[in-house]
């Protein structure tokens, strides 16, 4: 198993420009998440899905879309880059066994500099 | 809302040192407790866990117990080693409906040889 896997590792936009960071896991997970990690800042959750179909805001979604059409793909999407988006972008994976929370699983990241 | 709040960093440490990071919530049901670390250039990982009150997690000489008392989840380890250097995160999940984990600041830590 591959885990959690992002693409693409590092990229660099200009102001204005957009992008679209994917997302793929392989353990037949539920539950998916997008943080992004700034200094000082720990991780802040921008959006998440607890289904194929289905999305959710979180503490930071402005300027962020998601989609979940896959259950094992989870997209994040820049419309219009800003320098405040200068980040590192994290997804992770989770899932319920009998009602209980397990661990959510992380990927790589995503280093995104927008200039 | 929920919140976590640690120790603020960086912690240095000489090998060998033992360790506590501090962590403490705010939770408006009864919460899931984990910590996690990052090591240099990767994501998070699961450190350990515990899921009610008086639950010690544990895993790589690393220890956690879960006061409900004190609402505390503090990290200890009794000899750290160069190789612990890395980003700690404390983070609590309130079980109930679909809510994400809510994760601390983070603590770096550097162990020097």
């Known amino acids: 198993n591959a885990g959690v896997t992002q693409t693409p590792k590092f990229r660099v936009l200009k102001t204005g420009q957009s992008m679209t960071l994917l997302c793929a896991q392989d353990m037949n997970h539920e539950y998916m998440y997008w943080y992004r990690q700034d200094p000082g800042m720990g991780l802040r959750l921008i959006h998440y899905?607890?289904?194929?179909?289905?999305?959710a805001k979180g503490e930071v979604p402005d300027g962020y879309n998601v989609s979940r059409l896959k259950k094992q793909n989870f997209l994040l999407g820049l419309e219009s880059a800003a320098p405040s988006q200068t980040s590192v972008y994290f997804c992770?994976?989770?899932?319920?066994?009998?009602?209980?929370?397990?661990?959510?699983?992380f990927g790589p990241g995503t280093r995104l500099t927008v200039l | 809302g929920d919140s976590v709040t640690q120790m603020e960093g960086p912690v240095t440490l000489s090998e060998e040192a033992f360790l506590t990071i501090n962590c403490t919530y705010t939770?408006?049901?009864?919460?899931?407790l984990f910590w996690y670390v990052q090591y240099p250039g990767e994501g998070l990982q699961l450190l350990l866990k515990a899921t009610k009150a008086d639950d010690k997690g544990s895993n790589k000489g690393f220890e956690a117990t879960y006061r409900k008392e004190t609402t505390s989840f503090h990290l200890e380890k009794g000899s750290v080693q160069v190789s612990d250097s890395a980003v700690y995160f404390c983070?609590?999940?309130?079980?109930?409906?679909?809510?994400?984990?809510?994760f601390g600041k983070g603590t770096r830590l550097s162990v020097i040889a």
């Open positions: 939770a408006t049901g009864y919460p899931s």
């Open positions: 899905s607890v289904g194929e179909g289905t999305t």
């Open positions: 992770a994976s989770s899932y319920l066994i009998g009602g209980a929370y397990n661990e959510q699983f």
């Open positions: 983070a609590l999940r309130v079980d109930s409906g679909n809510t994400p984990l809510v």
